[in-house]
């Protein structure tokens, strides 16, 4: 069974600063998908960044950034210029080709103060 | 709506009640998936639809749990008996399917079993 594990529960940036979150997986299969999804106080549901397996390019989305090592099986987004409103519970999740769910982390608190 | 709506946003209830949980997909979407999340920790898959068919079911945690998508566009989640252990937020999400398999998230149900 594919496992999602997301070892940092909190982390704290200034504004304008960098942050990395990291994540691993652990699967079987070959090809899959990675995502990352943003939870605000709101408790609404972001989709933050998607990663096709199959693509050795890293996917980016403005300041998101993800850094994708498919042999180590480790799936980490950098958030850089980091703004106020990117506090939130950050959650990676896999799923495989199939599309059939999607398997969460347990996520990272990310708290962005001035 | 743009957006996946969910209905009620708030539920509370009492042990032993029956509750109907609604999920309206975007329009067009294929897909779509159940989840439950407990506070502090990220979604937990129920079950999930392509069109009518509800394809994969392994996440419901007991019988007393159902649901249905019959013509293939709402859906609903059902909890017969209500336990407390049952009280979580109770979020729907659905995709196009297929390559394009981002899911959209609804604001979630959350339900309270006193």
């Known amino acids: 069974a594919q496992t999602v594990t997301q070892s940092q529960p909190e982390m704290s940036v200034q504004e304008a600063e960098t942050v990395t979150l990291s994540c691993t997986y652990d699967?079987?299969?070959?090809?899959?998908?990675l995502f990352w999804y943003k939870q605000p106080p709101s408790r609404q549901m972001i989709l933050v960044i998607r990663?096709?397996?199959?693509?050795?390019q890293n996917a980016t989305e403005n300041r998101f950034s993800v850094n994708f090592q498919k042999a180590a099986k480790s799936f980490s987004l950098k958030i850089s210029d980091s703004q106020l409103g990117d506090t939130a519970m950050y959650f990676c999740?896999?799923?495989?080709?199939?599309?059939?769910?999607?398997?969460f982390g347990k996520g990272t608190t990310l708290s962005v103060s001035s | 709506g743009a957006g996946v709506s969910q209905s009620p946003r708030y539920k509370v209830t009492k042990r032993g009640q029956d509750v109907a949980l609604r999920c309206d997909p975007i329009?067009?979407?294929?897909?779509l998936y159940w989840y439950r999340q407990a506070l502090g920790q990220g979604p937990e898959f129920l079950t999930y639809f392509n069109y009518e068919a509800q394809q994969d079911k392994s996440g419901l945690p007991n019988d007393r749990f159902s649901a249905e998508r019959p013509e293939g566009s709402i859906s609903t989640l059902t909890i017969q008996r209500t336990e407390q252990r049952d009280s979580a937020m109770y979020r729907c999400?659905?995709?196009?399917?297929?390559?394009?398999?981002?899911?959209?998230f609804g604001p979630g149900t959350r339900l309270t079993v006193l």
């Open positions: 329009s067009g979407h294929v897909s």
């Open positions: 699967t079987s299969e070959n090809n899959y998908y």
């Open positions: 999740a896999f799923m495989n080709q199939a599309g059939t769910a999607l398997i």
């Open positions: 999400a659905s995709s196009f399917g297929g390559s394009r398999n981002e899911q959209f």
């Open positions: 990663q096709e397996a199959y693509k050795q």
